[in-house]
Each structure stands twice: as structure tokens, then as C-alpha cells.
């Protein structure tokens, strides 16, 4: 299959593309910058110069394709909104280019925009407006299924870990040493679902290749973790104490990241495993924290 890849050097979608070309798929892929296209060159896929505000280009690379993953977004926490909205645009347009054609259109979306208060979230429950403005963009594209795109949504946790890894962990190991503490919220007992890029790379390449239209998946190897488990980790591995924070010192105290810390947000994937037949098999966050991954 030729595969069309937005991000295709960002920290998800460079593993997208590695796990898409091993599996024996062509690929081109979305790049702003002439040395992300000799990168992409080596990975030995083609680059397509371009970002995610050329809409022409956009649906250029969908037409010429297969099937698409879109895994770019402009993480500009200064103005979501904008960022969300450049994101709606852009999969509008590459619902546009595969429309009528029952190709599959994969995107990147986010177990954040789920809002299941006291309760694990899973595959059936929609996207809640209510939890950002990425939301409609994961509406409209399981909408398109009833023109012809096979849509499906990949909802990755607020944690995808791994080698490179400049997240949400990064943030806090990088607070953390400023600081001289690993701090959580209160009593830390909120839960943060987590998966490994590399595991998350192969979801995405299994729905491109089996996931039926209007699905939405879960990337989510672990259902919650503590986040004090994840402060205690960092607290280790930085030689640092350990210590809470009171939800209204969180921001002052963790920076941007003291708003979503607290977040408890626990989702499961069962539905997902049992669809496309996704396995995680990668090492769980506490495992690449205790390996030094995010010590320096």
C-alpha cells in the first residue's frame, strides 16, 4: 500500500513511518524542512515538501495515496484553539481527496477528549466537546465513514514514552530538577493511561490496514497508573525528594504541565486488542523511567 503520513518526522509519526515501511508499505511523507526530507529519504520513504496550512498539498498527497495517517498537530499550548482549528482544516481536506473512495484516513486523537468521570473509559464512548476543541475534529472524521472513508481514530493517552520523548514525562522530569522535588497533586491517586511510541506505531499501521470504518481505537498499553507511582520514579532515578502539591500551587509549581496533572483519566483498550488485533508489547513508562530515559 502506498501510505501518505503527515508528522512523518515528529516523535509519533517517524515511528509510523519506520513501522509502515518494515511492514512493506511505500511511503510519503509530510515535511516542512529540507533536512526532515533527507531524513525521510534515509528512512527510505518520499518526502513531500509542505505543512499542515497547505490544504492543496494536503489533498495532493491523500489523492496520490492509498490510504493516509495523520499524526501532525501544532502542539502551540499558547493557542490551542488555533492549533485545533488548523487540525480540523487539514483533515477536512484529506477527507476531501479520499472521499467516495472507501480508503482508509487514519488520525491521531486523544484519550483526553473522553470524559467519563468515575468510571474507565473505552472505545464507545464519543469525544466531549467539553474537553477541548480537538474534539470536533475527531466527530467530523468519523462522520466521513458515511461518504466513503474508511475513518478511524487512534486516541493516544496524555503519555506516549520512549526514546526521545519531549511529553508530558519530560516536562516533569525536567520540573522536577529545577526544582529539586518530584511533585504530585494531593495524594497522587490520579491515573494517567500510558503506550510506548513503538506501540502506538503499530496501531496505527493495523488500522490503516484492518479497522473498520467509524472506529475509534484506544492506544492505551496501561489502563492508569498513579501519577504518584510516575513522581516516585522520577524521584528515584533523579535522587530527589519526593513530595504533593495542592491542586492550587500545581501550576506555579509544575509550570504549564500543573494543569493537566491532575487530570484522572483512566481508558481501556479491550475493544481495540480484539478489533485489529494489537498487542502492546513494549516497556511500560515506570520501565523507561527506572532505565534512565528521562535522567538527563
Do not use: C
Not at 102 to 109: F, K, Y
Amino acid at each position: 500500500m502506498h501510505v501518505f503520513v503527515t508528522g512523518a518526522t515528529g516523535y509519533i509519526g517517524s515511528a509510523v513511518v519506520r513501522e509502515l515501511i518494515d511492514a512493506g508499505h511505500q511511503v510519503t511523507g509530510l515535511t516542512r524542512s529540507e533536512a526532515s526530507a533527507e531524513a525521510l529519504t534515509l528512512a527510505g520513504a518520499t518526502p513531500l515538501r509542505g505543512s499542515l496550512t497547505d490544504l492543496d498539498i494536503l489533498a495532493a498527497g491523500a489523492s496520490a495515496a492509498d490510504g493516509v495517517v495523520h499524526t501532525a498537530f501544532i502542539h502551540d499550548f499558547a493557542d490551542f484553539a488555533a492549533a485545533a482549528e488548523t487540525d480540523l482544516h487539514a483533515v477536512r481536506a484529506l477527507g476531501a481527496a479520499v472521499e467516495g473512495s472507501d480508503r482508509p484516513l487514519v488520525i491521531a486523537s486523544g484519550i483526553a477528549g473522553v470524559l467519563t468521570p468515575g468510571r474507565v473509559s473505552d472505545e464507545t464512548d464519543p469525544a466531549d466537546p467539553l474537553a477541548g476543541p480537538r474534539a470536533a475534529t475527531e466527530q467530523e472524521l468519523l462522520a466521513m465513514s458515511d461518504r466513503g472513508v474508511r475513518a478511524s481514530a487512534v486516541r493516544l493517552p496524555p503519555t506516549v514514552h520512549g526514546a526521545g520523548d519531549h511529553g508530558f514525562v519530560h516536562a516533569l522530569a525536567t520540573t522536577a530538577r529545577e526544582h529539586g522535588v518530584s511533585a504530585y497533586i494531593g495524594d497522587g491517586a490520579n491515573r494517567w493511561p500510558a503506550v510506548h511510541r513503538l506501540d502506538a506505531a503499530r496501531l496505527f499501521r493495523l488500522a490503516l490496514e484492518n479497522a473498520p470504518a467509524g472506529s475509534r481505537l484506544h492506544a492505551v498499553a496501561e489502563e492508569g497508573i498513579p501519577f504518584r507511582l510516575i513522581a516516585e520514579a522520577l524521584g528515584r532515578q533523579l535522587d530527589i525528594e519526593v513530595s504533593s502539591v495542592s491542586a492550587e500551587d500545581a501550576a506555579e509549581h509544575l509550570g504549564w504541565i500543573g494543569y493537566v496533572a491532575g487530570l484522572d483519566n483512566p481508558a481501556k483498550s479491550e475493544i481495540t486488542r480484539g478489533l485489529v488485533g494489537w498487542q502492546p508489547e513494549r516497556p511500560t513508562v515506570l520501565d523507561d523511567i527506572d532505565a534512565g530515559l528521562y535522567s538527563h
